[in-house]
T-cell receptor
Framework: EPEVTQTPSHQVTQMGQEVILRCVPI?????FYWYRQILGQKVEFLVS????????KSEIFDDQFSVERPDGSNFTLKIRSTKLEDSAMYFC??????????????FGDGTRLSIL | AQTVTQSQPEMSVQEAETVTLSCTYD???????LFWYKQPPSRQMILVIR??????QNATENRFSVNFQKAAKSFSLKISDSQLGDAAMYFC???????????FGGGTRLMVKP
């Protein structure tokens, strides 16, 4: 069964550095998402992306975050200048159709981001 | 804003027995969707079951079923004939009809005893 894949599985970065988290969504999917989970807290929505633009974003997704689909297969989340509080598990997800319905979002294994 | 609450941080069940995981949510919307996701240790979240709010009939997927009480804003998951492979973190999630965002509960860790 096709899967969403995320790399790296663990990223350690110095505070203030830029980091790029990578995701390869399922190939025929059109909608892409990023979520994060700070240790001990709920999974939180960051952003959704469709047709090469952001379709929805949360308050967490401020100017230090950006997303991009640089080619036909990858979907990236960039954090421009990392802070200690950005340490979390970041999940990428994708779905086949417009999620105005019950289309399930398929999740990757996550990237654990540790900011030192 | 919508919120989802899972009041049981941990549950345990004997193999072959039945267990029910609780979820409540708060919304002012009438049209929305509810999901249960399972996350085994160090693995990705996978969809277990989903329910459309406009459907009165409770969703069922093999050993997994839900008890959807719209008026009470409750969406519990029942796992029958529990198996060792059911041990995982279970997340309840809400999505309204217009948006893309899933709102998650805090999760319930299910342990299955042999």
């Amino acid at each position: 069964e096709p899967e969403v894949t995320q790399t790296p599985s663990h990223q350690v970065t110095q505070m203030g550095q830029e980091v790029i988290l990578r995701c390869v969504p399922i190939s025929n999917h059109l909608y892409f998402y990023w979520y994060r989970q700070i240790l001990g807290q709920k999974v939180e929505f960051l952003v959704s992306f469709y047709n090469n633009e952001i379709s929805e974003k949360s308050e967490i997704f401020d100017d230090q975050f950006s997303v991009e689909r640089p080619d036909g297969s990858n979907f990236t989340l960039k954090i421009r200048s990392t802070k200690l509080e950005d340490s979390a598990m970041y999940f990428c997800a994708s779905s086949e159709f417009r999620t105005g319905g019950n289309q399930p979002q398929h999740f990757g294994d996550g990237t654990r981001l540790s900011i030192l | 804003a919508q919120t989802v609450t899972q009041s049981q941080p941990e549950m345990s069940v004997q193999e072959a027995e039945t267990v029910t995981l609780s979820c409540t949510y708060d919304t002012s919307e009438s049209d929305y969707y509810l999901f249960w996701y399972k996350q085994p240790p160090s693995r990705q979240m996978i969809l277990v079951i989903r329910q459309e709010a406009y459907k009165q009939q409770n969703a069922t997927e093999n050993r997994f079923s839900v008890n959807f009480q719209k008026a009470a804003k409750s969406f519990s998951l029942k796992i029958s004939d529990s198996q060792l492979g059911d041990a995982a973190m279970y997340f309840c999630a809400y999505k309204d009809n217009a948006g893309n965002m899933l709102t998650f509960g805090g999760g319930t860790r299910l342990m299955v005893k042999p």
